[in-house]
């Protein structure tokens, strides 16, 4: 589910930039071999804004696993006219297991964005994080610590930086949870503060589309 850093947005000065807060949900399927297909849609509780993204993860071994995506982004100002961009990402992410409690993982993604009237832009992201897996109250949680730079690949520039920390809870076979909060800078704009709360429904465990 961290791969939704990218996609929700909002109009500011005929952009689309990081906003407060969102609340997201969606589904995972199996698809053959053992991957997945993740599909969420969100929306602003603040701004209207919404989103729909479609994310296949091919896990290629227990180190690699790559991620083409997909982004929709509607938004409907006040009292300016509505307006979407369509964004087309590339995931390859290395992760190492460094015991059964701990996890490090480097996630690398090109990033580039179809701006309606205005020119497309480009991004390398790049996010470190680990992940401490643990049990609380019976339940599997992930607690996580990352760091994610943009990187402009049209004009060289370093032009944002997040510092992301969360967590994730199964609370049952049926659902899981993820709280994320972000600590955001960008260049010449003022730091940001987000918040995002993620659902997600696996309807493999129902044998919706389960297939090995």
Known sequence: MLFLSCVFTVLKAQDIDGVHSFLVGGVSVSIPKNNKLLLYSGVSPTDNVKAFVALPNFKVNKYLSLTPGYTFVNVKPDNQPQFFEHQLLAIATVSLHLSNKWTLADRNMYFHRFR?????????????GITHHTDIFKKKINLFLQNEFYLSLDNGQFTRNRIITGGEIKLSQWLTTQLMYMYQSDKGRESRHLAWLVVT????????????
């Open 116 to 128: 309606q009237n205005a020119d497309d832009l480009s991004f390398y992201r790049n996010r470190l």
């Open 201 to 212: 429904v696996p309807l493999e465990n129902f044998g919706v589309f389960n297939k090995k």
